[in-house]
């Protein structure tokens, strides 16, 4: 075996083949060298994407298998499959078994291959803080986690800590209150509610160190070192497949082991001085609202409860009158500035010093509206509810869809699921915005609303005010259910959260916010993208055509 500081090569086997192996820089290479002593295929394996370097024939999947042989090593890679369900190639364990002339030149090979390995790739974690909701998508958190995740995670040397949840809310809490030293980054195996709370506890924690009131909307936010990963296991994993491009466990352990890092923009809801919540995916009005607060209702239906709602949503026909002012970062998506719109300045002095570009107004009866961090999209909406966002860039993208006749909508709904452009519709606009505001028409503000709080209650009492109330058998049933809900976020919902399917007749003129998959207590809320705020174990979408 030859070595010297930049350099390691050898003659090696696979099988019966002979390779000379070599471990120069950021690579281990093994070119096959046939009878005439001729180089034929090369194999390169980035050190960064090493998984782990075992003595013997070494085998993980579909059991764990050690044979303790002197002459072999057993190499773990990543390696990139040629198909999958998502828009970019999956990762899954590559394993490679070398022979070795003898077992002092074996013995060289894997402290080299290990001391690169430390050298190359600095910021893998050792240990890491996993939460696993049980219940979360299909209900198979935790046998993803223990048939696929933490094989892979003793391969690399990882330790782990888990805790399998029991109420909701619990690792949010754990992030925020608990001693954190010696953790490299917190997991999540569930959904966008399960990342949520991930996101919540770890920028909470953040700026409770930091002493910064989260609250104060114009605060600067302090930036969070603790990185989150998250192993798919919910109904729509929208964050992971948006910043993964895919949602498969294998490919999210794969990164969390390399230690990647993506950066990630995070947009705060305040309501009046108050933080109400944190989201990346989107804050959804109208549409997106209402098809969450019916699907709440069908949670044993499982992933399929969006389908159903969002069928029963499509079919009442609903808009919904609003104001959305905005701090545009001087870049219209569509249409572009120069065609008619209904803008005109507004002067807002909030945020402005921080805030470049004109803060406008905008009002109309919408069909939805929503803001993004991302891209935002899932499994259902491979491109996502708008395609050009960016993960990282400090913006996100309005998207108002105007009151729209049903065939319209239903393609705007449509082109989510194909290549046609979703935006390239007469009643629908996009803005590249850094802060949004939303208000109801006068007389439906919430202040207002709040005022009437005793009449809800009457209401409550009294079947016969309901809009649904005047068909037969559906009133006490829902009486019965908007009660029951108790102090849920829905609580505060009252009217606008209730929706009643079909069946109700009367329009309703307010909806309710869709928070990344959670039903937001408060209508007129304020919106602020805070740019890389966050950390993921990830790399956004890799380049599918270079496998
Ligand atoms: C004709 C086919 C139309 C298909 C339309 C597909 C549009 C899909 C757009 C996906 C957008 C995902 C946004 C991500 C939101 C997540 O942060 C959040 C948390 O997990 N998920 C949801 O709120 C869960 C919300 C999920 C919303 C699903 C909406 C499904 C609509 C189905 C409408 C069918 C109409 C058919 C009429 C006959
Ligand atoms: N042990 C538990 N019991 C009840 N609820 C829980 C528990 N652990 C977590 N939760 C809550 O369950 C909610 C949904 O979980 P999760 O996001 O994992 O799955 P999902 O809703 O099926 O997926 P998605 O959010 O992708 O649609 C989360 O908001 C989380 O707070
Ligand atoms: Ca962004």
């Known amino acids: 075996m030859e070595t010297d500081s930049v350099r390691v090569e050898s003659s090696l086997w696979i099988g019966n083949k ?118 979360g998508g299909k209900k198979r958190g935790k046998q993803i986690f223990h048939s696929l995740v933490a094989p892979l995670f003793e391969l690399a040397g990882i330790s782990s800590h888990v805790v399998v949840t029991e109420r909701a809310n619990q690792a949010r809490d754990y992030i925020l209150k608990k001693d954190l030293t010696g953790f490299d980054g917190v997991i999540c195996v569930g959904g966008d509610g399960m990342f949520s709370e991930l996101l919540h506890g770890v920028i909470g924690r953040t700026q409770q160190e930091a002493g910064v009131s ?52 995070v947009c705060s809801v305040h309501y009046q001085s108050t933080l109400v919540r944190y989201f990346v995916s989107m ?58 719109s209904s803008l005109y300045s507004a002067n807002v002095s909030q945020y402005s010093s921080e805030l470049e570009g004109e803060w406008v107004t905008i009002e109309g009866r919408f069909k939805c509206i929503s803001l993004t961090c991302m891209s935002s999209s899932c499994p259902r909406s491979p491109k996502g509810l708008s395609p050009s966002a ?25 082109r989510h699921t194909n290549t046609q ?29 709040e005022e009437e709080e005793e009449e809800e209650e009457d209401v409550l009492e009294d079947p016969e005010k309901l809009c649904c109330s005047n068909i037969a058998g559906h009133s006490q049933q829902h009486l019965a ?12 919902v009252k009217r606008p959260g209730f929706v009643c399917g079909p069946c109700c007749t009367k329009p309703r003129s307010v909806s309710v916010w869709n928070c990344d998959g959670e039903i937001l207590p408060h209508t007129e809320i304020s919106c602020r993208v805070h740019g890389q705020l966050v950390r993921l174990f990830a790399r956004g979408i890799e380049d599918s055509t270079k496998p």
């Open 18 to 135: 002979r390779y000379r192996a070599f471990l120069s820089g950021w690579y281990f290479s093994w070119t096959e060298i046939d009878e005439r002593n001729r180089e034929k295929k090369t194999i390169s394996v980035p050190v960064s994407e090493v998984i782990g370097v075992k003595e013997g024939r070494v085998e993980i999947q579909p059991q764990k298998k050690v044979e303790d042989t002197d002459l072999d090593f057993t190499l773990f890679y990543v390696k990139r499959n040629s198909k999958g369900k998502g828009i970019r190639v999956p990762w899954s364990l590559g394993r490679t078994q070398f022979c070795c002339p003898s077992r002092g030149v074996r013995d060289q090979w894997i402290t080299q291959l290990r001391t690169a390995l430390k050298t190359h790739s600095p910021s893998r974690p050792h240990r890491l803080l996993v939460f696993i909701n049980p219940f």
């Open 214 to 265: 989260e609250h104060d909307p114009t605060v600067m936010l302090q930036p969070c070192d603790l990185h989150i990963g998250i192993i798919p296991a919910g109904s729509t994993d929208c964050v992971c497949f948006t910043t993964m491009g895919i949602n498969d466990p294998v490919t999210s352990t794969l990164h969390i082991i390399i230690g990647d890092s993506q950066p990630l923009d």
């Open 283 to 340: 804050v959804g009005y109208g549409f997106y609202g209402d098809v969450l607060a019916e699907s709440e209702r069908h949670r044993w239906m499982g992933p399929l409860r969006y389908d159903y709602s969002g069928c029963m949503v499509y079919l009442c026909n609903r808009s919904y009158p609003g104001q959305v002012q905005s701090a545009l970062s001087k870049e219209r998506l569509f249409p572009h500035f120069n065609s008619s």
């Open 390 to 414: 960016h993960l990282a860039d400090g913006t996100a993208d309005l998207i108002l869809v105007r009151e729209a006749n049903p065939l319209g909508f239903l393609t705007y709904l449509h």
């Open 421 to 449: 452009d979703q935006f390239d519709l007469p009643f629908v606009e996009v803005y590249r915005v850094k802060a949004v505001r939303f208000s109801l028409p006068p007389g439906e503000g919430e202040e207002e609303e």
């Open 481 to 492: 259910e908007r009660k029951e809900r108790g102090n849920v976020a829905m609580s505060r």
